[in-house]
């Protein structure tokens, strides 16, 4: 089993839906959860960063996390054409530190938002 | 600000060869993290440099290594290049040293798309 699990899709949705991307993972010392959107030719960019479990919101984005599931789900609201990228989870943690301390990234799910 | 610098941009190279890719972390950000990015495997991290020393190091072959300067700057070097060493690395830059588990948020680049035929 992977260690992070994400649904590549891809996901094409009309402008204005409500989109939701998850995440699933299988190590109980993640404690730090991110969402990246990454666009074609460019490199992943920082959108949501939340620490254990609960709810985050940023404008149209709102993070949660379910560390007794292992789930973290990604929603966003009036979803734009501008939206339209690759959305990758990814999370580390464990106590201290030391050479476990890594990020580790879902493979990406495709969003297409059609105006 | 300026962000994170990664050249070059594209590179073909042949099996055997060895290649050095570049990048130039966000100022004043002393950490700098490479990842391999492939459809296959998605985004895998290679290692982590923190003043000019290796701190972290992902599950790669020794073809693969980096070194870091004393401006942040990083390389990253592939000798001996395989077709499956085809990926868009990613160089990230952070703030503080991430292995000792403080969490601080990666930058990353746009990447160098390597090609190897």
């Known amino acids: 089993q992977k260690e992070v699990e994400q649904d590549p899709g891809p996901l094409s949705v009309p402008e204005g839906a409500i989109v939701s991307l998850n995440c699933t993972y299988s190590n109980s010392a993640f404690q730090y959860f991110m969402w990246y959107r990454q666009y074609s030719r460019k490199g992943p960019e920082l959108l949501m960063y939340?620490?254990?479990?609960g709810n985050k919101e940023d404008g149209r984005f709102t993070a949660q996390v379910d560390k007794s599931s292992k789930y973290i789900s990604l929603f966003i609201r009036d979803s734009q054409p501008s939206d339209s990228a690759t959305y990758l989870c990814a999370m580390e943690g464990g106590l201290g530190g030391g050479s476990n301390y890594k990020l580790t990234f879902g493979k990406g799910t495709l969003l297409t938002v059609n105006p | 600000k300026a962000g994170v610098t990664q050249t070059p941009r594209y590179l073909i190279k042949t099996r055997g060869q060895q290649v050095t890719l570049s990048c130039s972390p966000i100022?004043?950000?002393?950490?700098v993290s490479w990842y391999q990015q492939t459809p296959g495997q998605g985004l895998q991290f290679l290692f982590e440099y923190f003043s000019e020393t290796q701190r972290n190091k992902g599950n790669f072959p020794g073809r693969f290594s980096g070194r870091q300067f004393s401006n942040s700057r990083s390389e990253m070097n592939v000798s001996t290049l395989e077709l499956g060493d085809s990926a868009l690395y990613l160089c990230a830059s952070s703030l503080a040293r991430r292995d000792r588990g403080n969490n601080s948020p990666l930058h990353f680049g746009n990447g160098t798309r390597l090609t190897v035929t």
């Open positions: 939340t620490y254990s479990s």
């Open positions: 100022s004043g950000h002393r950490s």
